[in-house]
């Protein structure tokens, strides 16, 4: 199974901040990894898929990047609503398998 | 819009059984393959099952095969997801969620839409 480790677990940042959060992969995934974005008691949202297609109705503020093993969501700019805990998926071989989580929270 | 909504978790005894259902609407039901992903404190969030858009195949975690199964009814727009011989671990938030792409054959895909959760607490 491949393995999906998320760096830092958490991160502390004020509004306006540039963040970029790390995910990498036990195994080559080549661009086949998706971020999530949860907020408490809710169910997580696709952000970004194929490491660097924003979904539909995302903010143009959330980039990702990477291939192979390596990966990485930007957030340009941070606004109040972004204050999250952000996943990384691999959809490259079963089972997916997701990141732990890096929870981003408010300085 | 795309909606999907859970029903049927609880609070069972180890060695107990559940099934859980999610409803679907806003979107062809029918074409799009379905997923099941549990969400703990522990460990976070795991991938349980896979079904293909026509039911013809599915695919579970290892640490559910043989005991939970996963269906769907077409004409009823609703998945579900039976677990037999409930364990400790199984205890857990379920989503179910959808496939990103149509017609995927093999669930290799992002979930662009997820429900509400139900809560599956198994204890003694």
């Known amino acids: 199974d491949i393995q999906m480790t998320q760096s830092p677990s958490s991160l502390s940042a004020s509004v306006g901040d540039r963040v970029t959060i790390t995910c990498r992969a036990s195994q080559s995934i080549r661009t086949y990894l998706n971020w999530y974005q949860q907020k408490p008691g809710k169910a997580p949202e696709l952000l970004i898929f194929a490491a660097s297609n924003l979904q539909s109705g995302g903010p143009s503020r959330f980039s990702g990047s990477g291939s192979e093993t390596d990966f990485t969501l930007t957030i340009s700019s941070l606004q109040p609503e972004d204050f999250a805990t952000y996943y990384c998926q691999q959809s490259y071989s079963p089972p997916q398998s997701f990141g732990q989580g890096t929870k981003l929270e408010i300085k | 819009q795309v909606q999907l909504v859970e029903s049927g978790g609880g609070v069972v005894q180890p060695g107990g059984s559940l099934r859980l259902s999610c409803a679907a609407s806003?979107?062809?039901?029918?074409?799009?393959?379905m997923h099941w992903v549990r969400q703990t404190l522990n460990k976070g969030l795991q991938w349980v099952s896979f079904m293909r858009y026509d039911g013809s195949n599915t695919y579970y975690a290892d640490s559910v095969k043989g005991r939970f199964t996963i269906s769907r009814d077409n004409s009823k727009n609703t998945l579900y997801l039976q677990m037999n011989s409930l364990r400790i671990e199984d205890t857990a938030v379920y989503y179910c969620?959808?496939?990103?792409?149509?017609?995927?054959?093999?669930?290799?895909?992002?979930?662009?839409?997820w429900g509400q959760g139900t809560m599956v607490t198994v204890s003694s």
């Open positions: 969620a959808k496939d990103q792409r149509w017609l995927q054959m093999e669930g290799l895909d992002a979930f662009d839409f």
């Open positions: 806003g979107f062809t039901f029918s074409t799009y393959g």
